[in-house]
Nanobody, 125 residues
């Protein structure tokens, strides 16, 4: 079992920056690829970014590429999502997931085994 807890969400103005974190406990964090997904009201959950088990490979949705950076610190069992140039359309609940497909950067939510509860990010215009 892996327990995931997100933090760092909040309210930010358009054009601003915010970093959300996901702390893991339980089984070996470094055995999992980690991903970030988001879900806005009335919309389906969508892929945001993912990072392989050792941070060597990352993947981003086109909508955030060049603005968001995913990283991880395996010594702290934490994955981060640094968000820059935020837009109102980035408003959503951001959730992290852990995938046993550790070598890859899965973009499908069905490939993730564990999920956090999510943290709200609101971008005002």
């Amino acid at each position: 079992q892996v327990q995931l807890v997100e933090s760092g969400g909040g309210l930010v103005q358009a054009g601003g920056s915010l970093r959300v974190s996901c702390a893991a406990s339980g089984r070996s964090f470094s055995s999992y690829a980690m991903g970030w997904f988001r879900q806005a009201p009335g919309k389906e959950r969508e892929f945001v970014a993912a990072i392989s088990y050792n941070g060597g490979t990352t993947s981003y949705a086109d909508s955030v590429k060049g603005r968001f950076i995913v990283s991880r610190d395996n010594t702290k069992n934490t994955v981060y999502l640094q968000m820059h140039i935020l837009k109102p359309e980035d408003t959503a609940v951001y959730s992290c997931g852990a995938s046993g497909r550790y070598y890859y950067t899965p973009r499908d939510a069905g490939e993730y085994d564990y999920w956090g509860q999510g943290t709200q990010v609101t971008v005002s215009s």
